[in-house]
């Protein structure tokens, strides 16, 4: 079945320091991955996304990286600010006739120590 | 843009009780879901919809109903409200099948 986890529930950095949130999936035929940012009382907000067809992509401070022999996901956050403490959900997305069905892991709370 | 809105904010109901979550959204996007939210947990999808009129179960629709009659709307009807439905409802809407899903600000909701 589909099944989307996180390794980590809670990560503590430094301020400063760069952050790997880390996830795992079990559904290699999905076509793409999302990774959103939920703050306290707040809507998940889009952070990045990847197509089942690429390794890495780069974003603004963030990079993702998909494995699929290993079926590993991961979020690195550069630098990393107090303004990104947050829960941190990776969403696999499978494309469907009917439309796009989004499957969220348990979340990781990033915490930024100053 | 105001984005994707939801009303109420929060509401307390009790067992048996019916109501309306709204959700509202600017973007002219065709694609809207209904997703929960349990303490802890990541969001499930309860409804989602492709256009206005037409409809479709998510994982977890048991208890729930929902409409399109436009593309801007898109409400969720629980309708006799049972405990184990208490939680964040967020509703979400894109532009197309596959791409970013933009979030509304969710609702609390408390059955007691």
């Known amino acids: 079945g589909e099944n989307v986890g996180l390794h980590l529930p809670t990560l503590s950095v430094q301020e400063g320091d760069n952050s790997i949130i880390n996830c795992a999936y079990s559904?290699?035929?999905?076509?793409?991955f999302i990774w959103y940012k939920q703050e306290s009382g707040k809507g998940p907000q889009f952070i990045i996304d990847?197509?089942?067809?690429?390794d890495k992509r780069q974003g603004q401070r963030v990079t993702v990286l998909l494995n699929k022999t290993v079926k590993h996901l991961s979020l690195q956050i550069a630098a990393t600010q107090p303004g990104d403490s947050a829960v941190y959900f990776c969403a696999e997305l499978k494309a469907t006739g009917g439309g796009n069905k989004l499957t969220f892991g348990t979340g990781t709370q990033l915490k930024v120590e100053l | 843009n105001a984005g994707v809105t939801q009303t109420p904010k929060f509401r307390i109901l009790k067992i048996g009780q019916s109501m309306t979550l709204q959700c509202a959204q600017d973007m002219n996007h065709n694609y809207m879901y209904w997703y929960r939210q349990d303490p802890g947990m990541g969001l499930k999808l309860i409804y989602y919809?492709?256009?206005?009129?037409?409809?479709d179960k998510g994982e977890v629709p048991n208890g729930y109903n929902v409409s399109r009659s436009t593309t801007e709307d898109f409400p969720l009807r629980l309708e006799l409200a049972a405990p184990s439905q208490t939680s964040v409802y967020f509703c979400a809407s894109s532009f197309s099948h596959v791409g970013e899903q933009f979030f509304g600000p969710g609702t609390r909701l408390t059955v007691l």
């Open positions: 559904n290699s035929a999905s076509d793409y």
């Open positions: 919809s492709v256009g206005a009129g037409i409809t």
């Open positions: 990847i197509r089942s067809n690429m």
